[in-house]
């Protein structure tokens, strides 16, 4: 993250792990509908949006979901340390940090959208661009010095096209990935604070920017795009807006990392007996995890052909495979190389017709390469001996 000379944007977002066949595990909590067992993970990843690359995995937290008493008041709920709504907080505050000079933005969907989480990152002189979900009460200058009192979303629906651009979509409830052409218009706002409070925050109002992004004609049987955003960072104008846009559009690549997580690696196969066992498994497989969907988004683009597979995965790592796959060290192998290896050590065909490495073979070849360094490193040790 240091080392990000552009934008770095930290990307949270929470996903649900089932562990309901542990029947011995007495510190799971309900998920889903309530009748499943479990935890949530909130992760918060690392992205270099100027380099449209994976760092690693900022931080994580889990949390155990409480079964909330029917007849608690809505004052204990908020005072509750264990209240779900602050794990965004929590997910911030666990990072380091800003650097100095540096531009990290937050990016969260529409379950960040609290009073609470984004007065936090405002007073930590942070930075975010969150989807809304609530439909605030805000203020507005009505240009003679005064103000408007106003709804957010019926404002921001309201707004002037600043222009026009296309966007990328990813498969969401339906939708297919796709471009889309949307408008985008901004303008600045005063946010109020909620008149009964939602969580710890002040009553003082939050200056932002909101900056909406519509598709106004979606191809035949999709959903049309519909971003309401806020952010603390100047929307002034039709190109800082698209940016904004842009910066949201990176968000699906945590849900990229949970599906590795949870298809690849198969974290919830995990047979633990113990809440303190499942919670050290968790970590250690998101580590792989992230390190997975590194590997596989840098060997689709244009330069993997000719990018050292030692600039992604530890040198022992790349010797092994290599000496697995084409029987001799290549020093200069890449990550294309590479990663089509892996996959094939975990079951990939690379037949004509076959589409790129998905998950499950590259979380099997991991695994078996893995194994593999561990017998080098013995052979290395009795040689020795």
């Known amino acids: 993250m240091r080392s990000c000379q552009g934008v ?11 562990f309901s066949g542990l029947k011995s595990v007495k ?5 889903g509908h309530g009748g499943c067992g479990g935890y949530l993970c909130h992760n918060s990843l690392a992205y270099d949006y100027d380099a449209r690359e994976v760092l690693g995995l900022a931080g994580q937290t889990i949390h155990v979901r409480r079964k909330v008493p029917k007849a608690e008041s809505p004052k204990a709920k908020r005072d509750h340390p264990q ?15 800003a650097i100095a000079g540096q531009m990290r933005v937050n990016i969260a969907d529409r379950g960040a959208d609290m009073f609470e989480f984004i007065e936090a990152v405002e007073a930590g002189r942070d930075h975010y661009v969150i989807r809304s979900k609530s439909d605030r009460n805000i203020e507005i200058d009505d240009g003679s010095g005064g103000t408007i009192k106003t ?36 303008s600045k706002v005063s946010i109020q604070a909620p008149h009964f409070a939602r969580g710890e925050h002040s009553p003082e109002p939050l200056t932002a920017w909101v900056a909406r992004v519509v598709e106004a004609n979606p191809p035949p049987g999709q959903m049309a795009v519909e971003w309401i955003l806020l952010s ?22 945590v849900e990229e990392c949970h599906k590795a997580l949870k298809t690849g690696c198969g974290v919830e196969l995990m047979q633990f007996t113990t809440g303190a066992a499942l919670r050290a498994g968790i970590a250690m497989v998101s580590v792989v995890a992230t390190q997975l969907l590194r590997l596989r988004d840098l060997s689709r683009r244009e330069d993997a052909a000719v990018r050292p597979a030692t600039e992604v995965v530890d040198r022992e790592y790349v010797a092994t495979l290599c000496a697995w796959r ?3 060290l290549r020093p200069g192998m890449s990550v294309g190389d590479f990663c089509m290896a892996l996959a094939k050590l975990g079951g990939h065909l690379n037949r004509r017709h076959d589409r790129p490495p998905g998950w499950l073979v590259l979380w ?15 052979g290395a040790i009795t040689r020795c001996v």
């Open 8 to 18: 770095l944007l930290v990307i949270h977002d929470t996903t649900e792990i089932d």
């Open 27 to 31: 510190d799971l909590g309900p998920i």
């Open 83 to 97: 209240r779900e709504s602050r794990l965004w907080k929590k997910g911030w505050l666990s990072l380091p940090p």
């Open 151 to 186: 709804k957010l979303h019926a404002y921001a629906q309201g707004l002037c096209p600043m222009g026009e651009r296309t966007v990328e979509v990813s498969n969401n409830k339906g939708n297919k990935a796709r471009s889309a052409t949307v408008t985008i218009s901004a």
């Open 232 to 253: 603390n960072v100047p929307a002034d104008d039709f190109a800082a807006a698209a940016e904004r846009a842009d910066w949201y559009a990176c968000r699906p690549v």
């Open 326 to 328: 084409f029987g001799a």
């Open 364 to 378: 099997r070849g991991w695994s078996k390469l893995q194994q593999m360094v561990d017998g080098a490193r013995l």
